[in-house]
């Protein structure tokens, strides 16, 4: 009997064998096009009047195009779609590039800027807050449109980075089922399609896998000659298959959300890692409207108290790359208004001990409730480091993992909202009014970026002149202040301006996140494949 | 009415009852999960009326007997509603990645049934051997170790230090096959593309190995035990005594007796490997529908939460028949059971 199975096991063996060696051989198909493969956590949102979190970005800034793009290697915008504009008090008119075809063929004009304006607030979701502030959009003539705001709002052309032009024909003509003369919108219809006029066309969409891109050879900029003639964009890959893929080859650029020592150890098997920085950053909100928080005494206590070096040194790759900069105030460096990178954020124990002698509260009489979002493990750790620093200085504090769905509902209440919460904050923009108005102004309070529910007015009048000043100079002075003013009331700890690191092969240059003079400030657009080069 | 006829309805309409209590357990849970469904789904700073106009539309406003009550209505006519995560009917996404984790549950299925019991069997006949002792070892381990263990030590050993088998995904790129029925074995076969079929084989492999490897220990482990039992019966004394062959007496008196409990735990096994599918196929990044199910849990989203637990629920106890009607064909005793009854 053991000889027969013996033999059925041999026989499986050898099939095997032959299969693997068969199939082995056939995939090594030579082709000549170029495919970058990188990979992201969530599903990427296809749909561009949704599109807020990092994969949704990327698909956005590659598929659709904008009225303008940040400049690069520099601050500021540049015109992208619009060829020029002008302002009048509250009005912007833009003149578009002509010629410019959605990849149905169709030509793209005002009616498509107005109707992609309309339907992003329409929708109210992603990042349609940030045209709340639009009264009317209108097209002038074909080539021409007009954007009038309700109030004054100076970083309003910052903004339109974020306003992906759709095809309204094609949109139209695939309305699906809903309430009123439009419909869905097209959700349902962009969801899993492109209507898009950007440097890659989507070939295939499937939510849980990949969505497939192709090279735009008709763009109106021109197809880069060395860019990617495909692009795999893959979700929810494990950090095991990410690295295991990278070093056999298989797999381009990581997402940014790989643990440190994954990226270290991609690194040491000849990884290039690839950074953006600039655009968000790591605070840890302290509830102003609870004891013993309200006291800015015991906050300025707590900021003096944290270790901030060695909280940098957590989020270390190696020597020369580390996933966070020292912070020098409540906004990040090198943005309108920031300190320069010298004034970095430093513990100071004795300051902090003076603070808490001037705190109304006594430090025996404080138990801290520290809380770390589930989803976010680094999270935990600098609770732990918290916790240490903090009981140095007396003050004891107890560890809280609040799932992201339980946190966002406490929030919305300020007694149900924790003493201490981590959270990174980045501004869509680039500009420092989408990252801080959310946070600090008093009409925002009680959102996930804002539960130190700070209400200040000195604030609150720094915020209003930066979205208001014509000037940068004038902006500047408003972020400055504003920035000093932060600082001395503490409702928040700078703990470090983040770096995103991704670790990728060396099949790709990417010089819009390996060389500063070429990066973009604003989140994702570095992954603009149209300016990427494959080496083979 | 036949006895195994007579069996199959009293298991369909257990199995009906089951699947209603499911649903409504499964519908009250979902909807005790922190945070609101609305929210999620549209994003942190999706504006107040967005909120609230969805709240609206998926009638998380109304009363939950209300709500229950709609959702029966639309379960009638085969709609499960949209998914919040993907923005796509969750019928669409059942369909899509239903076939993936079936075909891998399948084929670790096969895999656990073609090892799983002749090593129980190859054990037991050679009791106290060193072939004994290896097999033991290899049962302990595999049951030793949850199934994700094993898919990440595979992948390391036979993915990146012996780069013999793929790393992640259900076919190479440079293979664009049509979906007929969904199982990629089977559409490439339709396709008349043999080489994609054998790069469809080529990829399942350790995924499913992984995933059928503790369920290939407890089979063997209880194949073993089983006919260790059964050789130390009188009859099988007797054939012994008589003569017959050991190969006769290993398969056709031994081992068919042993077979019968094996069976009923191959059976749970194999249905649970529908719902502990999901950390093989996120490791391997198998696009299917147990990766799918903690994807939406996670994000709340509820429609897709009761439309994959329903149907997990449903493959779960439509293994379960199978595995009594299988019982009953090789057990007289039960058919005639039946036919008492």
């Known amino acids: ?416 909202t924790p003493n201490i919460s981590q959270l990174f904050v980045s501004s869509v923009t680039g500009d420092p009014d989408t990252l801080l108005y959310g946070m600090y102004h008093s009409s925002a309070k009680g959102t996930w970026q804002s539960p130190e529910y700070l209400q200040d007015a000195e604030v609150d009048k720094h915020l209003d002149e930066g979205r208001t000043a014509t000037d940068d100079a004038g902006r500047a002075a408003a972020y400055s202040a504003l920035n000093k003013r932060l600082v001395a009331i503490a409702p928040s700890i700078y703990a470090y301006d983040q770096v995103a690191v991704f670790a990728a092969s060396k099949r790709v240059s990417v010089p819009a996140l390996t060389d500063p003079a070429k990066a973009f400030n604003l989140s994702g657009f570095g992954f603009t494949f149209r300016l990427m080069e494959m080496n083979e | 009415m036949p006895p195994v006829l007579r069996l199959l309805a009293k298991r369909l309409g257990t199995s009906l009852i089951v699947l209603i209590g499911v649903s409504l357990l499964i519908f009250a849970i979902a909807r005790v999960i922190p945070g609101d469904p609305a929210r999620i789904a549209l994003g942190p700073n999706a504006t107040a009326e967005a909120i609230a106009a969805l709240r609206e539309r998926l009638h998380l406003d109304d009363p939950f007997v209300l709500q229950y009550g709609y959702f029966l209505a639309d379960l009638a006519r085969g709609d499960l509603g949209i998914s919040l995560y993907t923005n796509r009917p969750v019928t669409q996404d059942i369909a899509d990645y239903l076939p993936a984790t079936l075909e891998l549950v399948l084929v670790a299925g096969l895999m656990m049934v073609a090892l799983g019991l002749p090593l129980g069997v190859l054990s037991a006949r050679y009791r106290g051997s060193w072939i004994d002792h290896s097999v033991r070892m290899v049962m302990l381990l595999g049951v030793s170790a949850p199934s994700f263990v094993w898919a990440v030590i595979l992948m390391l050993l036979f993915a990146f230090y012996l780069p013999l088998f793929p790393i992640a995904g259900r076919i190479s790129d440079s293979y664009a096959i049509s979906p007929v029925t969904g199982f990629l074995l089977v559409d490439t076969l339709i396709a008349g593309n043999v080489r994609a079929f054998g790069n469809a084989a080529w990829h399942i492999v350790l995924p499913a190995f992984a995933l059928a490897l503790s369920g290939i220990a407890q089979a063997a482990r209880l194949t073993r035990s089983n006919m260790v039992e059964t050789y130390e019966r009188p009859y099988i004394e007797m054939a012994k005594s008589y003569g017959f062959p050991e190969k006769r007496i290993a398969w056709r008196y031994a081992f068919k007796p042993s077979l019968i409990p094996s069976m009923t735990i191959i059976g749970l096994d194999f249905a649970a490997m529908l719902g502990n599918a999901f950390l093989v196929e996120a490791v391997f990044a198998w696009p299917g529908l147990s990766r799918y199910g903690v994807a939406v849990i996670l994000r709340k989203d509820l429609n897709a939460i009761v439309g994959t637990v329903l149907i997990i629920s449903a493959m779960f106890l439509i293994v379960n028949v199978i595995v009594d009607l299988l019982i009953a064909f090789i057990n007289p005793r039960i058919r005639h059971s039946q036919r008492a009854s």
């Open chain 1, 1 to 416: 009997m053991m000889k027969s199975i013996l033999k059925t096991f041999a026989a499986a063996l050898v099939a095997a064998s032959a299969l693997t060696a068969v199939t082995a051989a056939t995939v090594t198909i030579a082709s000549a096009e170029t495919v970058l493969r990188l990979d992201e956590v969530a599903v990427g949102e296809l749909d561009p009047g949704k599109a807020s979190d990092y994969a949704d970005s990327i698909l956005m800034f590659n598929v659709y195009d904008t009225l303008v793009i940040p400049n690069q290697g520099a601050p500021g915008h540049q015109g992208h779609l619009a060829e020029s504009w002008t302002v009048d008090g509250n009005a912007f008119t833009f003149k578009l590039r002509p010629g410019v075809k959605f990849h149905s063929g169709n030509t793209l004009t005002a009616e498509d800027v107005v109707f992609s304006l309309d339907r992003m607030k329409a929708l109210g979701q992603g990042l349609s807050y940030l045209f709340e502030i639009v009264d009317k959009a209108e097209a002038v003539d074909e080539g021409t449109v007009k954007i009038t705001l309700k109030s004054a709002y100076s970083p309003f052309v910052a903004s339109l980075v974020r306003l992906p032009i759709v095809d309204k024909k094609l949109v139209m003509a695939n309305l699906g089922a809903g309430d009123g003369e439009m419909k869905d919108w097209g959700q349902a219809f962009l969801s899993a399609n492109d209507a898009g006029s950007g440097a890659y066309k989507v070939t295939s969409h499937n939510p849980q896998q990949e969505t497939v891109m192709a090279k735009n050879a008709d763009y109106f900029l021109g197809a880069g000659a060395k860019a990617p003639d495909t692009v795999r964009l893959r979700y929810g890959l494990e950090a095991a298959t990410v690295r295991t893929l990278i070093a056999q080859g298989e797999h381009d650029i990581s997402s940014q959300w790989l643990p440190p020592e994954v990226l270290k150890s991609l690194a040491g098997d000849g990884a290039q890692l690839l950074t953006e920085s600039g655009t968000s950053g790591f605070y840890i909100k302290m509830n102003t409207t609870k004891a013993p928080l309200d006291d800015v005494e015991c906050r300025l206590a707590l900021a003096n108290a944290f270790d901030y070096d060695a909280g940098i040194k957590m989020v270390a790759i190696n020597d020369s790359v580390s996933q966070g900069k020292p912070s020098t105030g409540a906004i990040l460096v090198g943005m309108l208004g920031a300190n320069p990178a010298e004034m970095a954020n430093k513990r100071d124990l004795e300051a902090a001990k003076a603070h808490l002698a001037k705190c109304k509260y006594k430090p025996e009489d404080i138990n801290l409730e520290l809380s770390w979002i589930g989803e976010v493990p680094l999270e935990e750790r600098f609770a732990l480091l918290m916790q240490a620093n903090f009981a140095e200085i007396g003050i004891k504090s107890e560890i809280k993992k609040l799932p992201w769905a339980l946190f966002s509902e406490q929030v919305s209440k300020p007694e149900n």
